[in-house]
């Protein structure tokens, strides 16, 4: 069998494993009686064995060498053997018994945060944090880099980003944003109230969730909505594209926001064309472009005026209360800006502040310039510098995330990539769809879809995120386009 064929013919096997892996993953978080725990973990890991033995297996190996020095191949073709030779010589580069040490060791990170958490005691977690720190320094000596460790743990979430492009964004996103946020919090018009706090049946707000990513285009017959803790979107598989939601009986917001937000991830994977899913390119370009189509439904579209002109009689269908509200007010408690201790509670003006604090501490963390034992104190001085707010405990301090238990390092700077991501997007959007705004107060959502399908969903992981986004917008990752976007938008809601 010719190499390409025996191949795809691999990859198209392992998917199969990842989606039966992806169902039992889904049901574990919604429908899976609680007494299933031990011997599910058990499949999943024997499932996870299959998956990471077959990535890295020399069958597999021998593909790779012959189709990299091939050149008649075609752009997905390219962009899977890229792909999937990068996975496979970074697994290769870890010892074996280094994955196993790191699992155990995570096992038990994880439970001494929800301890430490609970209790909040960075005591009770800071050896376990020692140890995943070192973990992380050793993973990147494994692997190798250039410059800085971090380089290297950022590959696995943002391909190609590195350490000093992140500051080079970071920073004039940092002095722009910092005095327009003093400047609108001291002379800003906060909204006084929000509609969406009240009481709220759960039953009906699920309605509504299922209503609003209707309106956004997401295929029910190639989906489904169910409850969860944490909402989360998976990919089963072709025509099978899951959201999960919560709902909060006392505020309207999270559970809508959250539809809004995981319908955005949704309609990515719904719309990878078929043939991505046998080369291992049937996901996102990368976290922070995963996560640029979700802030842009939940926050640029979701929480825009024209959104709101149009979904306030939607919203009185289902909570007749809000038929005496006004699209307007219901626009600016759509954007309370209101720094807080948790980053997951953000607003758009703030959040990205949450992200600096992290990539900040974790850089120093990796290079050893910052001592685990000195987090918390650096934790609170940071945020009160950044948003004028100290945390009471380290449990709404630095130990509010469960990522650096895991021993996830550099996961962080996707969320605030996608924001900037989705801010160039619309920008480009907005030229090639001048009635972007008619068109969504009228709520057709169809013009904009069908450039994201084309722009963005249809092509997967081909390409990295910055072929991606240059080739799209013509322009490297530039932060102006998200501090033009906050400061016109949000100027004019709180009347600067
Ligand atoms: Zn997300």
């Known amino acids: 069998m010719d190499a390409l064929t025996a191949y795809k013919k691999h990859l198209a096997e392992t998917a199969k494993l990842s989606s039966a892996q992806a169902l039992l993953n889904w049901d574990q978080q919604t429908h899976m009686p609680r007494k299933a725990l031990a011997f599910r973990s058990q499949v999943s890991g ?20 012959e189709l990299e020095k091939r050149e008649n191949l075609t752009d997905e073709e390219r962009g899977s053997v ?13 010892p074996p018994e280094f994955v196993e040490e790191v699992a155990i060791a995570r096992s038990s990170a994880q439970a001494a945060w929800a301890e430490a958490k609970e209790a909040s005691d960075y005591s009770l977690f800071e050896p376990h944090l020692e140890k995943m720190v070192g973990y992380a320094r ?12 971090y380089d290297t743990l950022l ?33 800003g018009a906060k909204p006084e109230s929000s509609p969406f706090v009240g009481s709220f049946d759960i039953d009906v707000q699920r309605r ?85 189509q979700s802030r842009l439904i939940e926050n640029q579209i979701g929480r825009s005026r024209p959104f709101w002109t149009f979904f306030q009689p939607v919203l009185a269908e289902y ?29 758009e003006v703030t959040y990205n502040f949450h992200i600096m604090l992290r990539f900040e501490i974790e850089m120093g963390l990796l290079d050893g310039s910052i001592a685990v034992t000195d987090l918390p104190s650096l934790w609170n001085e ?51 769809i001048p009635t972007l705004d008619d068109q969504v107060a009228s709520g057709d959502f169809g013009t904009l879809l069908a450039w994201l399908r084309r722009e963005v969903h249809d092509v997967g992981a081909i390409y990295e995120p910055k072929e991606l986004i240059e080739r799209i917008t013509g322009e490297t990752l530039d932060p102006s386009h998200f501090i033009a976007y906050v400061s016109e938008k949000y100027s004019e809601i709180y009347k600067l």
Request: glycine share 10%; hydrophobic share 40%; aromatic share 10%.
């Open 46 to 65: 024997a499932l996870s064995k299959m998956i990471f033995e077959r990535s890295v297996s020399d069958e597999l190996g021998r593909y790779l060498e």
């Open 82 to 94: 890229h792909r999937v030779g990068k996975n496979y010589r970074r697994r290769k580069a870890v």
């Open 138 to 149: 050793r993973l990147a000596d494994y692997i190798g880099y250039e410059d800085h460790p």
């Open 155 to 187: 590959e696995d979430y943002e391909p190609g980003m590195t350490c000093a492009e992140l500051r080079g964004i970071i920073e004039p996103l940092r002095q722009e944003l910092l005095p327009f946020l003093e400047r609108l919090l001291r002379d």
């Open 208 to 292: 509504l969730a299922h209503r609003a990513l209707e309106v956004i285009g997401y295929d029910f017959a190639a989906g489904g909505l169910d409850d969860v803790v944490h909402p989360f979107t998976i990919t089963i598989g072709t025509g099978d594209v899951r959201v999960t939601n919560r709902y909060v009986e006392n505020h309207l917001g999270p559970g809508l926001f959250a539809a809004l937000h995981e319908g955005g991830h949704a309609l990515y994977n719904q719309g990878m064309r078929e043939s991505l899913l046998p080369l291992g390119l049937s996901r996102g370009a990368s976290n922070g472009i995963h996560e640029s």
């Open 319 to 347: 909570f007749p209360q809000f038929s005496s509200v006004a699209p307007d007010a219901l626009h600016a408690a759509a954007n309370i800006v209101s720094p807080s201790l948790i980053r997951v509670e953000a607003d």
């Open 382 to 432: 940071t945020i009160e510098r950044y948003l004028g707010v100290v945390p009471p405990d380290d449990a709404q301090g630095c130990l509010q995330d469960v990522h650096w238990s895991m021993g996830a390092f550099g996961y962080f700077p996707s969320y605030m990539l996608g924001n900037l991501y989705a801010a160039q997007l619309l920008t480009a959007i907005r030229k090639e």
